[in-house]
């Protein structure tokens, strides 16, 4: 995959991060050798701006990957966990009572990352029925997202990812 802004894997920067990623994978008790293999294109992934999914066992280092890589690149990362039990407040935000008690509207997580250029790294997504997932479709093919409390079109922030 050649993408612009791509780190290849000659570059100084890159082997740290795979020597990262190898540390952090052999900790996991993952075999290292499978860990780069895996997740040698996560970082062509991720200049691509596009949502990315990775997929694996459990404990096989997928969370640990996109925790290093955003580390190495200095962007905040929102790691959620996702299960039965969302709804779109947990996800987008709420009405809260503020400190001079009026209401306030509260960003969600997803909704932070995506105004503010944080990766969104959504665990444990695939596993949710339909009618879950379907909250995030707007998200991953970059719509504005309009929150009605506050009367506010919120875009994408260039730097925003999806990952899950």
């Known amino acids: 995959m050649t993408l612009d802004n791509t780190i290849y894997a000659n570059d100084a920067y890159a082997q740290a991060l795979l020597q990262d990623a190898r540390d952090a994978a052999a900790e996991n008790v993952v075999d290292p050798v499978t860990f780069d293999e895996n997740y040698k294109d996560l970082e062509p992934a991720i200049y691509s701006g596009k949502p990315i999914i990775i997929s694996g066992p459990p404990q ?3 969370s640990t990957a996109v925790q290093l890589l955003s580390a190495k690149l200095g962007i905040p990362c929102i790691p959620f966990s996702c299960d039965d039990g969302i709804q779109k407040s947990n996800v987008f935000g709420c009405v809260t009572i503020g400190p001079n008690g009026d209401t306030v509207w509260e960003d969600g997580p997803l909704l932070k990352a995506y105004r503010n250029g944080y990766w969104f790294d959504a665990e444990e997504v695939l596993q949710l029925p339909p009618e879950k997932t379907s909250m995030f ?10 929150v009605g409390y506050k009367g506010e079109i919120i875009h994408r922030h260039p730097n925003f990812r999806f990952i899950a």
Not at 137 to 146: A, L, Q
């Open 137 to 146: 479709m707007k998200i991953t093919d970059g719509s504005k997202i309009y």
């Open 60 to 62: 096989n280092g997928k």
